[in-house]
Structures are given as structure tokens and as C-alpha cells.
């Protein structure tokens, strides 16, 4: 018997023995919205998988990333119904666990060992204690930069580099007439797409969103010069409509081998070193995400995790497949069929103590960007909020989205940078006080 056959065998027994869906003679079918990331792909294709076990059908929503915040913060706020589980973040899991919108996963089986999640992710997706969602994987944000490139421009990656110097090797590794850019950055709106990267980048920067009295922070010189910094050097090394870019798109750019460096999630270094997809794999270095020497870097901190909302009629099922899809015998199953540097990364210690995952390139730069994020401390002055490229209120999202396409519009020369951050001051702080914290 081959290992996936042993491995089905055993994830069978136990989720058959917890509850399976043919003890009332009937197969159910649970719905999951999720991201349109590799790594949710790779879980799709491994469902027969749990099907088999359990009789327990699955159908997938499957969503850009923008589109699936709208969709499933619309379908749970109006408690629409439409999923039994899904895919949500650190931003969203404590607010809305606090709301009682979620199934509290307090009951998950001993053999799931919850004690083995990493404790930052642990606490990103718990309320008061009580975890609200399982991390599918975690993730910081890191530098992934091609060696060749780096070995030809006469330059070598610091571990820990200044963003003074990735713009420096930006403009020295920038080779337009050979379609290499020297960087490339999220710049499509949205909280959680270039928001999540211009606000992690501005920690760095000294910026904050907010003062300690909610007092809106964007007339200040730390975002302009963040954003300055950013426009200039995207403008003179980046892509053509880098302003519309995102994570799927500075992807495929990197796999092309038209970037030279990429700070985006940690998650995408299994994609950018599997030589099935990426002509540069065997050419890629990786090395903390930068800072100014403020004493705060500009990564963050995320869980893609799965989560039960309260009004589904097939919460036992559903804790079934969160169970087998965040499990270490699905991280197993994965390495057996696809190799350790394919396996959900961020979410389990047990990972980061396995030899096999060890000898995996990108796994200890990982995990130091993972460990030196922190949500209670990311800016260089006090905030009154929790969070690294959020601010966990509920009402970041909506006021951030917006802040979000006042830049990108400034990205793509439609506004300047002054105007963009006066409409964001303005956005905010209207906001905010129709919200009450002013």
C-alpha cells in the first residue's frame, strides 16, 4: 500500500469514528468559499481525498481576493447562508467571533493537537481565548530576489536590508530592454491587497494610521514620504501598471523571471522555487522585508483560515473538513505527493521542528519573519489599535478600501501623492467620527 493510501486510511478511520456523514444514510454537501491562491487550489485538488473518508461532498467557490472579502463579509452580515465554511483572516476572525458570527472550534479531537498552532497564529484567530478559525497556512512577508541578478548588478542581499538599499538595487538590476524590472509591489487597491503592503510599509517609515486619540495620521511627513519613496521607485524600476497589480499578478510576473525583487507573503516561495512553474526557481534568494532603521521592519502577519459561520445547518460536517484540511496528516499528505517545499507553511510548530521541512530553503526566513511580526507593538509610535497592515476595528475595512484607491489612483499619475493623502485624511477621520471614536 502506498503512503497517500495509508495515509487515507488512517484519515478515514478517525473522521469516520468522529462522525461521518453516512450515519443517517444520507451523503451531505458542505460549500467553501475561498481565495484563488496556489495553495487553496492544491487543497481542491486533494478533496476526493476527504470525500472518500467521510462522504462528505464539497463545492467550492472559488474567488479573486478582493471579490471574496466582499462576498463573504456581505453573505454574514445579512446572514445570507450561502457557505457552511470559509476562508477568512486575522482581521475579520476576531471581530466577527465577538459578534457571534462564527462557530467557536473549541471542540476540535485531541488528535488535531490545537496546542500544536503556532502561538501567533493561534492568537491572531481566537477572541478572548477561543479560537474562531484554523490557519489553513500563516504567513508573514519577506524578500524574494533573484541571485543571479543581484551577483550581476555587483550587489549582495543584506539579511536584513534597508529600503534604502533595495531602491538602490531596484534601479541597479532594472533591465527594461530585456523586460526585467527591478521590482516589483502590490499596488491594486483594496485593504487587503496594495492597502496591506503600503501600511506595512509605512510601520517602517514611521507612519500609523491612527493617533492614540483615533485622530487620522496621513498629513503627516511619514506617510509622505512613504509614499513617495514608493511611487518614485516603482515609477523608475517597476512594471508597466504596477498600480493595478497584485499578488497573483507580481506572481506570474516573478515566475516569468521579469522581476528582480518581490516583497510580497512568505507563502508565495514554494510557488517561486518549484521549477513546474517558475523559470527562475533555481536562482532565488530570500532575506527579511526592510525597514529605515526606525527599529520597525514592514512585514506583516496573516492566516488564510477556515472558519464556520453560525447560521450554517452543517456544522458538524464542517468542523470534519476543517479538521482534515489544517491537519499535520494533510501537511503529510502533500509532501508525499508534491515534496516538503509544497506543504501549507505558518501554521503548525511541529512543521518548523521537522527535519524534512528544514532542509526546505525559504523555511527558516519564514518563520523569522513570521516571529518578529507583532501585531501589539508594529508601529514606531503608540497606536490605540491592534494589527500590522490593519487596524482590527470593524470599520478598517470600508474606510481602507477607499484609502487604498485614493493611492492607487496617485500610482497611476491620476492624482499626486499630496492630493491622495489629503483625501485620505479626510476619508478617515469622516469616518471615524460617524463611527463615534471622535
Same mark, same amino acid.
Not at 315 to 326: L, M, R, S
Given at each position: 500500500?502506498?503512503?497517500?493510501?495509508?495515509?487515507?486510511?488512517?484519515?478515514?478511520?478517525?473522521?469516520?469514528?468522529?462522525?461521518?456523514?453516512?450515519?443517517?444514510?444520507?451523503?451531505?454537501?458542505?460549500?467553501?468559499?475561498?481565495?484563488?491562491?496556489?495553495?487553496?487550489?492544491?487543497?481542491?485538488?486533494?478533496?476526493?481525498?476527504?470525500?472518500?473518508?467521510?462522504?462528505?461532498?464539497?463545492?467550492?467557490?472559488?474567488?479573486?481576493?478582493?471579490?471574496?472579502?466582499?462576498?463573504?463579509?456581505?453573505?454574514?452580515?445579512?446572514?445570507?447562508?450561502?457557505?457552511?465554511?470559509?476562508?477568512?483572516?486575522?482581521?475579520?476572525?476576531?471581530?466577527?467571533?465577538?459578534?457571534?458570527?462564527?462557530?467557536?472550534?473549541?471542540?476540535?479531537?485531541?488528535?488535531?493537537?490545537?496546542?500544536?498552532?503556532?502561538?501567533?497564529?493561534?492568537?491572531?484567530?481566537?477572541?478572548?481565548?477561543?479560537?474562531?478559525?484554523?490557519?489553513?497556512?500563516?504567513?508573514?512577508?519577506?524578500?524574494?530576489?533573484?541571485?543571479?541578478?543581484?551577483?550581476?548588478?555587483?550587489?549582495?542581499?543584506?539579511?536584513?536590508?534597508?529600503?534604502?538599499?533595495?531602491?538602490?538595487?531596484?534601479?541597479?538590476?532594472?533591465?527594461?530592454?530585456?523586460?526585467?524590472?527591478?521590482?516589483?509591489?502590490?499596488?491594486?487597491?483594496?485593504?487587503?491587497?496594495?492597502?496591506?503592503?503600503?501600511?506595512?510599509?509605512?510601520?517602517?517609515?514611521?507612519?500609523?494610521?491612527?493617533?492614540?486619540?483615533?485622530?487620522?495620521?496621513?498629513?503627516?511627513?511619514?506617510?509622505?514620504?512613504?509614499?513617495?519613496?514608493?511611487?518614485?521607485?516603482?515609477?523608475?524600476?517597476?512594471?508597466?501598471?504596477?498600480?493595478?497589480?497584485?499578488?497573483?499578478?507580481?506572481?506570474?510576473?516573478?515566475?516569468?523571471?521579469?522581476?528582480?525583487?518581490?516583497?510580497? /507573503?512568505? +507563502?508565495?516561495?514554494?510557488?517561486? @522555487?518549484?521549477?513546474?512553474?517558475?523559470?527562475?526557481?533555481? #536562482? =532565488?534568494? *530570500? !532575506?527579511?522585508?526592510?525597514?529605515?532603521?526606525?527599529?520597525?521592519?514592514?512585514?506583516?502577519?496573516?492566516?488564510?483560515?477556515?472558519?464556520?459561520?453560525?447560521?450554517?445547518?452543517?456544522?458538524?460536517?464542517?468542523?470534519?473538513?476543517?479538521?482534515?484540511?489544517?491537519?499535520?496528516?494533510?501537511?503529510?499528505?502533500?509532501?508525499?505527493?508534491?515534496?516538503? /517545499?509544497? +506543504?501549507?507553511?505558518?501554521?503548525? @510548530?511541529?512543521?518548523?521542528?521537522?527535519?524534512?521541512?528544514? #532542509? =526546505?530553503? *525559504? !523555511?527558516?526566513?519564514?518563520?523569522?519573519?513570521?516571529?518578529?511580526?507583532?501585531?501589539?507593538?508594529?508601529?514606531?509610535?503608540?497606536?490605540?489599535?491592534?494589527?500590522?497592515?490593519?487596524?482590527?476595528?470593524?470599520?478598517?475595512?470600508?474606510?481602507?478600501?477607499?484609502?487604498?484607491?485614493?493611492?492607487?489612483?496617485?500610482?497611476?499619475?491620476?492624482?499626486?501623492?499630496? +492630493?491622495?493623502?489629503?483625501?485620505?485624511?479626510?476619508?478617515?477621520?469622516?469616518?471615524?467620527?460617524?463611527?463615534?471614536?471622535?
Amino acid at each position: 500500500m502506498s503512503f497517500k493510501s495509508t495515509l487515507c486510511a488512517a484519515t478515514a478511520l478517525s473522521l469516520v469514528t468522529a462522525g461521518s456523514a453516512f450515519a443517517d444514510g444520507h451523503s451531505k454537501t458542505i460549500t467553501i468559499a475561498t481565495v484563488n491562491n496556489g495553495d487553496m487550489i492544491r487543497m481542491q485538488g486533494y478533496t476526493d481525498t476527504f470525500t472518500e473518508a467521510t462522504g462528505i461532498s464539497v463545492e467550492w467557490v472559488t474567488l479573486e481576493e478582493n471579490v471574496l472579502r466582499q462576498r463573504v463579509t456581505t453573505d454574514i452580515t445579512t446572514k445570507g447562508g450561502a457557505f457552511d465554511i470559509m476562508t477568512i483572516g486575522m482581521y475579520e476572525t476576531p471581530i466577527w467571533g465577538a459578534n457571534g458570527w462564527l462557530v467557536a472550534l473549541d471542540d476540535l479531537s485531541d488528535e488535531y493537537d490545537v496546542g500544536d498552532i503556532l502561538p501567533a497564529m493561534a492568537g491572531g484567530l481566537s477572541h478572548e481565548g477561543t479560537l474562531y478559525a484554523a490557519p489553513f497556512y500563516g504567513e508573514s512577508s519577506m524578500i524574494m530576489y533573484r541571485s543571479d541578478l543581484m551577483e550581476k548588478a555587483g550587489l549582495e542581499m543584506p539579511d536584513a536590508p534597508t529600503w534604502e538599499f533595495i531602491g538602490e538595487a531596484a534601479a541597479a538590476m532594472t533591465d527594461r530592454e530585456n523586460e526585467i524590472n527591478g521590482i516589483c509591489l502590490r499596488g491594486k487597491a483594496g485593504w487587503g491587497e496594495g492597502g496591506a503592503f503600503i501600511t506595512a510599509m509605512s510601520n517602517s517609515f514611521g507612519a500609523r494610521w491612527f493617533d492614540e486619540s483615533w485622530n487620522a495620521q496621513f498629513d503627516t511627513d511619514a506617510w509622505a514620504n512613504t509614499l513617495n519613496f514608493y511611487k518614485d521607485m516603482m515609477d523608475s524600476a517597476g512594471p508597466t501598471g504596477y498600480a493595478t497589480n497584485g499578488f497573483n499578478e507580481n506572481l506570474s510576473l516573478f515566475q516569468q523571471g521579469k522581476c528582480g525583487m518581490w516583497i510580497d /507573503a512568505t +507563502v508565495a516561495a514554494s510557488f517561486v @522555487t518549484n521549477p513546474k512553474d517558475s523559470t527562475v526557481a533555481d #536562482s =532565488v534568494g *530570500f !532575506a527579511l522585508a526592510p525597514d529605515t532603521g526606525l527599529g520597525k521592519r514592514s512585514n506583516w502577519l496573516w492566516a488564510w483560515a477556515l472558519a464556520i459561520p453560525a447560521g450554517t445547518q452543517q456544522q458538524a460536517e464542517a468542523k470534519q473538513f476543517i479538521e482534515w484540511a489544517t491537519s499535520k496528516d494533510y501537511i503529510e499528505l502533500v509532501a508525499a505527493n508534491e515534496g516538503w /517545499a509544497n +506543504v501549507p507553511p505558518g501554521a503548525r @510548530t511541529s512543521l518548523y521542528e521537522n527535519p524534512n521541512y528544514q #532542509s =526546505v530553503p *525559504f !523555511a527558516k526566513m519564514t518563520l523569522d519573519s513570521i516571529l518578529s511580526a507583532d501585531p501589539n507593538d508594529s508601529t514606531v509610535d503608540a497606536t490605540p489599535y491592534v494589527g500590522i497592515q490593519f487596524a482590527a476595528i470593524p470599520e478598517f475595512a470600508g474606510i481602507a478600501t477607499e484609502v487604498s484607491q485614493e493611492f492607487s489612483a496617485a500610482y497611476a499619475g491620476q492624482q499626486t501623492i499630496a +492630493v491622495a493623502l489629503e483625501k485620505a485624511q479626510a476619508i478617515t477621520n469622516e469616518a471615524m467620527e460617524a463611527a463615534g471614536y471622535r
